[in-house]
């Protein structure tokens, strides 16, 4: 059957070309069998250099037999939402763990990382006469919840702290019912760190509370992987502390971690976790088995790292620029648009994979591939990637 004229497909169609034009039309990479720190995509064996697989746990033996285990005993799925009846016993054994291990009174698990930010937006910053400050490079899920929350919103300059004591010094914020901080511990493009200490004085000088989105921070930063606040030593002044499951701890899903009270307000208040169903068993064993794992096996962690440095200090060698980067996240800074897009399908064929992260995803001028390491990466793997960086890197004229 034709129709003469479809007015979704019409306008689909020209967007989709548009998009294609500007760069921005995603393809899907299909990995086959396990994501591992080297992965079989699109049909290529790679180094994998894209994933936030920090500890290489998605194919932990301890976490795929606690998977399995719980299907066995608790079925595959929960057909509810929280609040009715898709709590089961393992998912308040999950809190309660995530809860010992952040050092709070208590926790509460979200489908993910990206609705736990949602969800504290737009429960704690619920009215026009709150204020909820924000800085710029924050993660898309915060600028969402931000969108969401009826409060009042201020964006300071990327980690600029005179700019956020001049939004707590004004009349809107002096005049506000409630003041959130909001901060991504890790910045997610560029690896670098929120400046936690400075952020703590502002908020207790001017009675704001703060809330850090430690998504590339969980099993990464701190004791035992428990975050930039641990790692800054300012835990006990952080009032809403969100990690996620997606990234380090390998399975999917996020968390908050706070006072007793914070949970009771979340539990009663917030949306995704009212109209949306819970994890299946075998993620929250998974998760459950992926934190013991953090707290047996620091050697992941220390691992992780040395990769990190040694990955890092080999860029620097051959000269490329890594901005700013304080983590295991590094930006290979390259200028432009096609250029870095060039570099990433360069290294593909070379058997790395390094994603090209473009504007407007960044600033103009600030094209980059973004590399993560794992703490799977063996040194021969990282030496592989580094000659192709290279090879590509002095051929497209970067080095
Ligand atoms: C990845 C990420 C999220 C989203 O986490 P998911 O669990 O994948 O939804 C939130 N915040 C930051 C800073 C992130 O990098």
Redesign the pocket.
């Known amino acids: 059957m034709t129709t003469k004229t479809d007015a979704l497909m019409d306008f689909l169609d020209a967007d989709l070309a548009q998009l294609e034009s500007e760069g921005r039309r995603v393809k899907l990479r299909v990995v086959t069998g396990r994501q591992s720190p080297v992965s079989v995509v699109d049909g290529r064996k790679v180094v994998n250099l894209t994933s936030n697989n920090y500890l290489a746990l998605t194919e932990h033996p301890r976490l795929i037999a606690a998977a399995k285990a719980a299907i066995d005993s608790h079925g595959v799925g929960t057909a509810a939402v929280r609040p009715i009846i898709g709590t089961q016993d393992v998912h308040l054994a999950l809190e309660a763990k995530l809860a010992k291990f952040k050092g709070t009174e208590s926790a509460l698990v979200f489908q ?3 609705t736990v ?1 949602v969800a504290c937006c737009q429960s704690l910053m619920s009215d026009p006469k709150d204020l909820l400050i924000s800085d710029e490079l924050n ?1 898309a ?1 915060i600028i969402d919840g931000a969108r969401l929350a009826k409060a009042a919103r201020k964006v300071f300059a990327h980690k600029d702290m005179k700019a956020l004591k001049d939004i707590l010094e004004s009349p809107e914020a002096r005049g506000a019912r409630r003041k959130m901080i909001v901060t ?1 511990g890790v910045f ?1 493009m560029d690896g670098d760190l929120a400046p936690l200490p400075e952020i703590c004085e502002l908020a207790e000088k001017y009675g704001a509370f703060i809330m850090v ?1 430690d ?2 921070a969980s099993g990464v930063m701190g004791e035992n992987g428990r975050g930039t606040p641990s790692h800054f030593k300012v835990a006990d002044r952080i009032q809403v502390s969100i990690g ?1 499951l ?2 380090a701890v390998g399975a ?3 968390y908050v971690a706070g006072q007793k009270r914070l949970i009771d307000y979340l539990v009663s208040t917030a949306r995704p976790f009212t109209f949306s169903s819970s994890h299946p068993p075998s993620v929250i064993a998974t998760c459950s088995a992926a934190i013991d794992v953090m707290l047996e096996e620091p050697e992941r962690i220390q691992k992780l790292w040395d990769n990190a440095a040694h990955f890092k200090a080999g860029l620097k060698k051959l000269g490329f620029d890594t901005g700013m980067s304080e983590t295991p996240i590094t930006p290979v800074i390259v200028g432009d648009t096609k250029k870095a897009q060039e570099f990433s399908a360069r290294l593909f064929e070379e058997g790395v994979f390094a994603l090209a992260i473009t504007f407007p995803i960044v600033a103009r001028g600030k094209d980059r591939l973004r590399t993560i390491v794992s703490s799977g990466h063996t040194t021969k793997d990282l030496d592989f990637a580094l000659e192709k960086f290279a090879k590509v890197g002095r051929a497209l004229g970067l080095i």
């Open positions: 993910s990382g990206f930010n993660h899920s991504d997610s989105d998504a590339h996620t997606s990234k999917v899903g996020g």
